[in-house]
C-alpha cells in the first residue's frame, strides 16, 4: 500500500510539474507587465549541463575563497569586473546579490554604517516614485527616513528635496544624508539628475563627506551606461549602485549586482567580521549564496558581451517608442513615456487585456516594460486587442 | 574579426563550465565539512524538465496572488503545509525565503516590531554558539544584543542567561526578549533546552507576553520532529523558527523556510503594505523571490516524504554515531558528540586532509556534518586516510 | 505577419511537447505489454549533461578511428568488452547497433556469407515463435528459410527440427545450415536448448563446419548469463548473438549488441571494405551509427555492473513468477509460464485492460513482461483490476 | 569494499563523460570535413525537457498505432507530410529511418520486391561516386549490381550508363532496371540529371515499367527543392527517394526519411506483414524505432519551417562558393566545385590540418561540406592556416 501511494504520487508529481511547465510557456508568451524576460533557453543548457545539481555555494565575500570548494566566486568575480568597466569603476568593492531589494538594502546599510562610525546620525531621502522595497529597507534597518515628491513623471522633484534637507539640517548637527538615486523608478522608468542633486547640495552647502548617495538601478543598469544622457556616476559621487541580474540582463533566476566604491567601503567596514567557520570574511547580507547564479551571470556576459547588451538596449528603447507612438495614434488614453528608456504608461485597461498581458497596475495607469522579448509584431497584436476591447467599451474618446 | 572572438569565446566559455562541472563532481566526493547534500541529480531532473528555463517569481505574500501569473505560490503553500504540519502548527504564516539567514533575520525582524508596536524596547539574546549571522543580524536590525555563554558542548548557559536578564532587568522597564533558541549550533549541533529557557524566565517572573522566542533550525528543522527527546515548539511559546532547504532536505541551490505563529505574526503586522504594483502585500524582506525553489522544495518533498525524512534522518544519526565510534578507536585527540544529531567535532587535522575533505575548523577544532552522502564507507576511508596521516606526524598519542 | 506565425507557432510546439510528455509519464506507469523499461531517470541526466546535443557517430567498424573525432568508439569498445565477458567469448568482433533486429539480419548475413564464399548454399532454420523479424530478414538477404514446429511452450520442437534437415539433405550437397536459436522467445520467453540442436546435427552426422547458430537474446540477452541453467553457448559453437540494449539493459533509446566469434568474422569477411572518406572499413550494416547509444548503454553498465544486473535479473523472474501465482490463486483461465524467465501469459482479458495495460497479445493470448519497473504492488494492483472486470464479465469459472 | 568502489566507479564515470563532453565541444568548433552540424543547443532543450528519459518506440508501419502508446508516430506523420509536400508527392508511403543507409537500402529492396513479385530479374546500376553503402546494400540484399563510370565533376556518365544497360538487355529478356540517381555525390556533391537517365531510357526502348529509380539525397534532401536547377523527381519516375535526418536538417541523432510513390508501395507489398503481437504491419527494415528522432525532426521543422530551410541552403551555397573563390585566389591546386551545392575540394593538405579539420580524404583529395556552422570567418581563418602551412611546405605554386 505504502509503495503504491509512493510510486503513483510520484507520478503525479511529475505530471503536475509538466503540465505547469505547459501553462507557464503559454504564460510567457505574453508577459508584458513585468521587467523580466520570462524565458531563456540558453540559460536552460546550462542548468542541464549538470551545473544545476550540484550545492555551490558562495558564503562570505566574494573575494575569499574558503575551505569549501564547491563555489564558483572565479565566475562572480569576472561578473563583477564586468559591471564595474561598464561604470568606469576602477576599483570596487561587490558581490552578486539575492535580488535587486539585497542590493538596495546593502546599500542603505552601508551608508548607516558610515555615517554611524563617524559619529553622525544618518537620514534617507528617497522620493515617492521609488520601488516598494526602499522604504521598507529603512525601516528594517531602523533609519530615519524622508520621502521627496515627485514630478508629473516620476522624477525627483529638487526644491523638494531641498526642503528637505533644509528641514533636517534646521534640526540636526551631527548627521550624514543618504540620498537614493533613480536610475529608473518601477513604474514609469523616470531617471532622477544626479547634477541637479548636486546643485541642491551646493547651494545648501552640505560637504560632500556627508553625502553618501546609493543609485537603484535595477532595470536600467545594463542599459544606462549606453545612453548619451548618461552621467558618470561614481566620479561624481555615487558610492554603491544596485542592478538586477534577471531583468535586463536575464538570468532568469532571481539575482543581482551591489557595487560599491572601494575605498568607501573599506572605510566602512574596517574590521569586517572573519568567520574561521568559512575561512572567509562574513561581509554579505545573506550568508549562503547560490552559485548557480554566478554562473548563469557570467554565461549571458560571455553569449551577449558589451556589444550584445548595446544592441538590445537600443532596440528595447526604440520599441517602447514604437509603443507609444501606437497608443497616440489609436488616441488611447493617458499615454506617457520618459525618453531613453522601455516603460510605456497608459490607462488601465478592461480586466481581460491586465489578465491576459499580465499588466502592472497603480491607481488608474497600467505600464508595459518593453524587454527583449516583446516585438513590434507582439505590440501590434496587443494594440490591435487593445482597440477592439476599447471601442466595445466606448473608452477611447476620438 | 568580432564574429571570431565571440563565437571562439563562446566555445571557451562552454568548454570552461564543462571543465568546472568535472572538477566539481570530484569535490562533491569529499565533500564532508558542511552540512550540505553535494550533488542531487533528482533534482537535475526538475531543472532539466524546461522549469528552470522560466522566470518564476514568487514577489510579495505568499498567500497572495499578484496579476503576474509566472509564480509558483500553490506549491510554496504546499511547502510551508508540509513543515508546519511537521511542527503542529495549525495556524501559521511564513514564506519560503533564500537561506537561512533570511528566516533568522525576519524572525528577529518580527520581533523586534512586536514589542516596538507596543512600545517596549527589544532587547536580542543570543547564545556564544550562534551561528555568525546571528549577531549580523542584531546589528542590520539595530537591536541591542546580549551574548550569553555556552557550556562545553555549546549549548547556552542557563545561569549566563539568568545573569544577563537580571541585568536588562535592573537598567529597563518597558522592555521585550528576543530570544535566539538554537536547535542545532553550527559547530557542534548542540541544542537549547526551552523547558530550561522558560525555567529562567519562570525565575525572574518575566511575563510570556514580553518574551518571544526565535529557533534558530537550519539544519536540524527536518531532523528534530523525529526526536523522541524534541519538545512541542510553537505550543511552548515557540513564535518563529527558521530551516535551511538545502541543508538536510538537500534542495541544492540556497533557501530556506521561515515559520511563524500566525496571530503573532497578524498581531505585529497589522497593516501590512498593500503594493498595488503586484497587487500583493509586501510582507517579505526579499523583493522578487526565486519561484524555482518552491517547485525544488516541493519535488523533493513528493520524492521523500515525512517517513523518506526520518529514514534519513536516524541514518544520519547512527553514521554520526558511528564516526565518533570510529575516531574514538583509534584514540584520536579531543572527539566530541552530541547526542541527537549529525555533527561529530575532533582536533584539526593536518592540512592535507582538511583541504581534500573541505573541513569547517574553528581554532583547533574540525567537525565533519554527518549527511546523506556520508555513508559508513566513505567514514571508514577518511578514518584510514586520519589514521595514516596522524601516525606520521606522531599527532595521536596511544 | 509571418513573424507572428513562427513566434506563436513554436510557442504551440513547445507547449504540445510538454503535453505530450505529460500523457507519455501517464503511460509509462501502465506499460506492462511489452519488454520495455519505459523511463529511466538516470539517463536523462546523461543526457541533459550537453552530451545529446552533439553528433556523435561512429560509423564504420567500431575498432578503427577516423578523421572524424566526433564519436564514442572507445565507450563501444568497453560496452562490448562487458557483453563478450558475460559470455566468456575472449575474442570476438561487434558492434552496437540500431536495435535487435540489426544483430538478428547481421547474425543471418554474416551466416550467408560465411557459407557462399566456401560455395555452400545457405539454408536457414528458425523456430515457428521466433520474432516477427526473423523471417523478414531471411527474405530481406535472399535467404531460403525453413520454419520449424515449436511445443506448447514455445521451444523449438526438435524431431521437427530433424525433419527439416533431412529434406534439406536429401535434395542438397554442397550446403550450410544457419540455425536461430532463441534465447527467450517473444511471446512466452521460451528457450531453444542448445545440446538439443547438438543431439539432431550429430543424430545427422552434420559436421560442425557446416553450421551456424545464431542466437537471438533480445530480451534475455543480460539475464541468461545468470541463470543456472545456462549452456556455454560460444564454447559449443555459436557464433554470434544478438541482445537489445533497451530491452533489460534500459538504454531508453532502442540499440542493441552483436557480438560475432572473431574467427568466424575473419574467416568471412576477409576482406572487408576499406572505405578512404571515412578512414575506417565498412563492416557494419548500418552506415552513420548514433555514438549517444554507446555513451547510454556504457553509462548503465557503470552504474549497475555485473552485480546490478544479477540482482535485477533474480527480482524479476521472482516477480514474474508471483504473477504466475497470482493469476493461477485466482484460477484466471490459461496461464503459462516458463521457468527462468519474465514473461507470463493468459487468456487475452477486457479491451479496457488491454488497453490500459497495452498488453501484447496474439490470437486468444496476452502476456506481460515483468521488467524492472513492475513490482509486486503493481501486480497487485493488476490482478485487483483483473478481478474485477473478469467478474462483471463472468469470465472467471470458479 | 564493494560500495566504495561502486561510488568511486560512478564519480569516475560522471568525470569522464563531463571530460569527454568538453573534449567534443572542442572538436565540434573545427568539424568541417563531413556533413553534418555538430551541435545544436535547441534539441538539446527537447532532450531535456524530459523527453529523452522515455521509452518512446515506433515499432512497425509508422500509420498504424497499436496497443503501447508509447510511440510518436503523429510527429513521425506531420514529418514526412512536411517533406513529400516539399517534393510535391501527394500520395506517399514512408517511414522515419535510422539513417540515409537504411533508406538507400530500403529504395532498393523495395525496388527488387517490384519487380520479383512480377517475375523479372531486377538488376541495379550504380554510379561510381555513390556513397559506400550503395554496393554494400546490393549485396546485402543479393541483388546484381553494375557500376556505372562518371565523369570528373563525379556526375554520372550517361554513356557508360548506355552500354552498361545494352550488355544487360543483350543478355536478359525478363528484367527490370533499378537505378540509383545521386542528388549529390558524397565527395564532390556531383548531381545526377533525372532528365538524362530518361533520355538513355528512351534512347533503348526500354518500357517505363521495367525501370525503378530511387534517389540518394543524403545530404540534399532538404536544399534540393529550393533550386532553381531541380527537376520534379516524383513527377518523372522516380520511385523512392532517402534523405538524411542528421545532415542538413541537423537532428544531431542519426535518423533518415524514407518516402516512396505509394501507389507503387501498395503494388509491391500487397500483403505486408500484419504482427498480431504489435497490432501494426511490420512494413520497415527495423524493428524497434526510436520515437524521440521523430520528435528531434519535428521540432527542428516547426522551428525552421520552409523558409529557414530555405534561407539555410542558399547561405549555405554562397559559403561554398566563397571558400571556392578563396582557394582559388590563394592559388591552391586542385580546387572544384560544382555549382548549387556545399561540398568544395581541393588538394589534401599536410596531417596537421586534416587532424585538426577532420577533413575527409579519398585518395591525393580533401573536401570541406560547409554546412551551417561554417561561417565566412571560419572559412577565413582555415583558409590562412592552409595558407601558412602551404606556404612552409612550398606546397603553393604561385
Known amino acids: 500500500m505504502e509503495e503504491f501511494d509512493y510510486q503513483e504520487k510520484l507520478t503525479q508529481a511529475e505530471i503536475r510539474l509538466t503540465e505547469f511547465l505547459a501553462e507557464q510557456i503559454r504564460n510567457s508568451a505574453t508577459y508584458f507587465g513585468y521587467p523580466e524576460i520570462p524565458q531563456n533557453n540558453d540559460l536552460s543548457i546550462l542548468g542541464i549541463s549538470g551545473l544545476a545539481k ?86 528594517l534597518l531602523n533609519v530615519d527616513a524622508f520621502q521627496v515628491n515627485c514630478d508629473g513623471s516620476g522624477e525627483m522633484n529638487y526644491k523638494n528635496l531641498t526642503e528637505k534637507i533644509k528641514s533636517i539640517n534646521t534640526k540636526h548637527k551631527e548627521y550624514g544624508l543618504i540620498i537614493n538615486l533613480n536610475i529608473g523608478t518601477t513604474m514609469t522608468g523616470a531617471m532622477d539628475e544626479l547634477s541637479e542633486i548636486h546643485n541642491v547640495l551646493d547651494e545648501l552647502h552640505i560637504p560632500k563627506e556627508d553625502v553618501y548617495i546609493h543609485a537603484d538601478a535595477a532595470l536600467m543598469g545594463f542599459i544606462y551606461p549606453f545612453l548619451s544622457s548618461k552621467e558618470d556616476l561614481f566620479a561624481n559621487g555615487v558610492s554603491s549602485i544596485a542592478i538586477s541580474g534577471h531583468k535586463f540582463p536575464g538570468t532568469i533566476h532571481p539575482c543581482g549586482v551591489l557595487l560599491a566604491n572601494k575605498s568607501m567601503h573599506d572605510a566602512t567596514f574596517q574590521d569586517a567580521n572573519w568567520i574561521p567557520y568559512l575561512e572567509a570574511n562574513d561581509t554579505t547580507i545573506s550568508g549562503s549564496r547560490n552559485g548557480f547564479l554566478a554562473l548563469n551571470f557570467w554565461y549571458i556576459i560571455q553569449k551577449k558581451g558589451v556589444n550584445g547588451f548595446k544592441e538590445e538596449a537600443m532596440t528595447c528603447i526604440e520599441n517602447a517608442q514604437y509603443l507609444y507612438n501606437s497608443l497616440n495614434e489609436m488616441n488611447y488614453p493617458d499615454v506617457a513615456y520618459n525618453a531613453d528608456q522601455l516603460i510605456v504608461t497608459f490607462e488601465k485597461p478592461c480586466d481581460e487585456i491586465v489578465q491576459k498581458y499580465q499588466l502592472a497596475t497603480q491607481g488608474n495607469k497600467a505600464h508595459i516594460v518593453v524587454m527583449q522579448h516583446i516585438s513590434k509584431h507582439k505590440i501590434d497584436q496587443f494594440c490591435t486587442l487593445l482597440k477592439s476591447t476599447s471601442q466595445n467599451l466606448e473608452l477611447v474618446k476620438g
Chains 1, 2, 3, 4 share one sequence.
Open 54 to 139: 550540484l550545492h555551490l555555494n558562495n558564503a562570505g565575500d566574494p573575494s575569499v575563497h574558503g575551505n569549501a570548494k564547491m563555489h564558483t566566486k572565479e565566475f562572480e568575480k569576472e561578473v563583477l569586473d564586468f559591471v564595474a568597466k561598464l561604470y568606469d569603476l576602477e576599483s570596487y568593492w561587490g558581490y552578486i546579490t539575492s535580488g535587486g531589494t539585497e542590493g538596495n538594502l546593502y546599500g542603505l546599510y552601508m551608508g548607516r554604517e558610515y555615517f554611524t562610525q563617524k559619529n553622525k546620525k544618518p537620514f534617507f531621502l528617497f522620493s515617492s516614485s521609488s520601488h516598494y522595497s526602499i522604504p521598507k529597507n529603512a525601516h
